[in-house]
DNA sequence: AGTATAGATGAATTTAACTCATCTTTAAGT
DNA sequence: ACTTAAAGATGAGTTAAATTCATCTATACT
């Protein structure tokens, strides 16, 4: 197509409102750009497609045929666009396992009480990463991920299975659940600097460990056991009776939860759902 | 619509190939190019059009909705601009009446011949000059004129009715019809120059305008008088034995057939005709 | 293991798209 | 009849989208 698909569109516009000046303002141009368009169409095509009068334009017979053939076309194209752009409300999120089962999916119908046209779709796994408009929101090593793309930075603690007795730290051997990456790359738990922040390194402990936090704490709910595991995963089960808190001290970790180039998600929906993220990680 | 036509195009492309490399070939661009519009197609739409492999793309389900509409849009277009593109077969050209009577029309039947799927359609008048595929073949002073639009640079002779008596210019009166420009800033036709160089500054000579040489030529054969007038214009006359040559010099003047903005005439048919032309009244 | 293929990314370059300034030709209003 | 308004035309200058270049990545093939 040696014409330009832009004079094609000038044109429809110009033929459909009868008027290069309506045209202007329905494509947001000025009217020397459709006068433009039209005459390097009328040239690449070596015919006339409008008869000019002084204040109007008309149609020739040849403008009358393109005019159709270009009316149908690219409203045929804009149909189909108007229905992927409406599919476009659909915000794509992936993430963890442990986050969107233990945090994400579970807080989704507060957001869809808020946002009731916004439809949020959950996957877990990395195969979606690097997709435009699927909003990753991942865990990682904070030392080498965008300030700007840090959501939360993650601190670690010791919980218990709800209605379990509070452990003693000093007498019978204690098992505690943690987790150990699959990522090898990704900073451990910080075990050792709980324990030292809570005075407890003495204690006679053998650490159980999952490749997954989630695995770690449904174990442990299970069998009435301790786990070492984010205070973000943690805190809706606390709430819930689920898990339950002994007074130890939470330790800061190196990890955190991030979305990759989170500025670019400039979607008015996207920008909605990330704010609420925010505010659900960081409250 | 604020996606790119271009985008669209080369998405339409890409799906109808099944591949970026084969898309940018048709549309001779680089592989870099597709990629980059249906990157940016994803990006606005929010959806997924193409499931990449490490060498090929699949569409979607999305994508397989977007590539019937472009498809079927697209064509539709195309097929109305080639209709009309078949159409521009046809030559049109602006010229001077006694240009397109004496000269143009009259050797038609010859480039018929030889292009017989060339259509030329001939007008007289001015109106249709600056329509951009209208071949304006205009009569002006060519100090005025580019260079390379200058298609012949004009002579003037005397010539007389077919077999009336050759003149005598030294005795009687003698009558010569000749043409005043309607547009007075064209040089008059060089009659002093021709009186000079033809050494019969001394005939008793009377001079009778007509505002077209065309009027005069025809006004002389119809009367048996003489005409002063272009030698492009006499020369088919003089072949038909319509007119007759008395063995007088053709002064040179300084007007000349032109075609206003020649090389932007790049329409392969309209090459052909203006090759003609040239040669036309050349010879 | 090495090479080929084809899409991805991002910076740099190119070019078409677009605007601004000015002009022209009516048509409408006074 | 004269003046003003409306709308398209032309061409130079500016802007932003389109495109390329350079490089990389992930297979697939030999």
Redesign the pocket.
Known sequence: MQV????LK?FES?ARRG????A?EE??????????????LEGRLNVSL?K??????TLTEVGRRLAIATSDGFAQIERALEEIKLSGYVVRVTTTSSLAALVLLPSLKDFSLSNPNISVEVSTGESLD?L?YVIPVRFGDASTVQAGDIVKCESFDVYGAYGMQTPSWSAKPITIFSTEWKNSELPAPPLKAWLAKNGVEQANITVKKFDQEFFGIQQAMAENELVFCSTTLAKRLLKTKQLQHFGTHSVESELCYYVAKKAHFEGKNARIFLSWLDKLLMD
Chains 1, 2 share one sequence.
């Open positions: 330009s698909l832009q004079a000038a110009a008027s290069f000046k309506l202007a494509l947001s141009l000025t009217p020397t750009a459709i006068s433009h368009h039209i005459n390097n409008f000019r009068e002084a204040r109007s334009v690097s435009p």
